[in-house]
């Protein structure tokens, strides 16, 4: 649960200043919550604590990005249709490889979300892939049968591998750091 009662009374009652206001002090509420996560994975017997990612959809894609930018010890990260917290992106210093998933019809978080973190990859030369939807709305990929909800499955579980099942993952240490070159998904 992303709000507790008071926070819903409060945004149901108030307009768009008082939902920001709530999501900006919400927010590094819930990258400490995930950050708490990875370090509690990474200090698992079973857990190569430099082959960790992390996966968000929507808002949790939005705190997944975040997270990943934030903290070094992820080592890749899948944002479905979400996209960069702007209250973050001045603090953000690297990200490891990041796979962007969104569809083109989406009313809730609109594809320029997608393309807005994907020019903020490209400006520090992030590897990522990503893959817009034709048609496709918010929560696309809820539908087993879906083809775009298959696709976006099967690049899922084939971005973690390649990153994260391999090798050490490459991860942009600095916005000045190495550079690796973007993959285009579509």
Do not use: C
Request: proline share 6%; glycine share 10%; charged share 25%.
């Amino acid at each position: 649960m992303y709000y507790d009662k008071a926070d819903e009374r409060a945004m149901s009652a108030r307009g768009l200043s008082t939902h920001r206001e709530t999501y900006h002090r919400r927010l590094s509420n819930w990258i400490a919550v995930v950050n708490q996560a990875v370090g509690y994975i990474a200090k698992e017997p079973s857990t190569d604590p430099r082959r960790i990612g992390v996966l968000g959809f929507s808002q949790g894609a939005f705190i997944a990005v975040a997270a990943a930018g934030l903290n070094p010890s992820i080592g890749a990260v899948v944002e479905v249709y979400g996209g960069m917290p702007q209250e973050v992106r001045d603090r953000i210093e690297r990200l490891p490889p990041t796979l962007i998933l969104h569809g083109d019809a989406d009313t809730l978080v609109p594809v320029g979300e997608a393309y807005a973190l994907e020019a903020f990859l490209r400006r520090y030369s992030v590897e990522y892939e990503i893959r817009i939807y034709p048609g496709a709305r918010h929560g696309f990929d809820s539908k087993q049968e879906d083809p775009n909800a298959q696709d976006a499955r099967k690049r899922t579980l084939d971005f973690f591998n390649a990153e994260l099942a391999g090798a050490i993952p490459r991860a942009l240490s600095s916005p000045g750091g190495s550079s690796h070159s973007p993959k285009n998904g579509a």
